[in-house]
């Protein structure tokens, strides 16, 4: 079995989704949204990191798929973005995790079938790909989405591994 820790990072709120994979099945363990309050954008940072790692601590996942920042209009929410991740990412990182970075057309792509799906299809494939009662928030759905397709394509990279020999991180 592996844990899988799901990140949909945001300057406002942050969401997270953890889910265990064991082989092509993936179950549903939590999510949720950290939410982070109006303010200097450094504390705002250390919320991300602090709740990210408080999350790995009691949840112990073994890997993290994150969402890559989207291109933006806005150089400074794109900015602010991207800080979000880095603080998630250095979460992972410090506690041992392997990372992988998705896009969120990726993300769709792996969950809905279409990389140009919008949020509520996200929400209505999370139901029924994880068998939930209701829909999650749109941040805790978007990150259980990142960590489905982690599973998907870790999985997928196990079987090329393990029909070419090749080690992770090694193939040229």
Excluded: W
Excluded at 35 to 40: D, K, N, S, W, Y
Excluded at 44 to 63: A, M, T
Excluded at 115 to 139: F, T, Y
């Amino acid at each position: 079995m592996t844990r899988i820790i799901g990140i949909d990072p945001g300057s406002r709120r942050t969401g997270y989704g953890i889910v265990d994979a064991v082989g092509g099945k993936v179950s549903y363990v939590t999510s949720g949204i950290i939410r982070l309050p109006e303010g200097a954008l450094a504390e705002r940072l250390k919320i991300i990191f602090d709740g990210v790692s408080q999350l790995i601590e009691q949840y112990n996942p073994q890997e993290m798929g994150v969402e890559e920042v989207f291109l933006s209009h806005n150089a400074s929410s794109a900015l602010k973005l991207g800080q979000a991740r880095g603080a998630a990412i250095v979460a992972g990182a410090n506690a041992g995790l392997s990372v992988g970075e998705y896009s969120a057309r990726s993300v769709k792509l792996a969950v809905v079938g279409t990389g140009a799906a919008n949020k509520s299809q996200v929400q209505m494939m999370i139901v029924q790909l994880l068998k939930l009662s209701r829909a999650p928030a749109e941040d805790a759905a978007d990150a259980l989405a990142v960590a489905l397709c982690h599973a998907q394509t870790s999985r997928a990279l196990a079987a090329v591994e393990g029909a070419t020999g090749y080690a992770r991180g090694r193939h040229k």
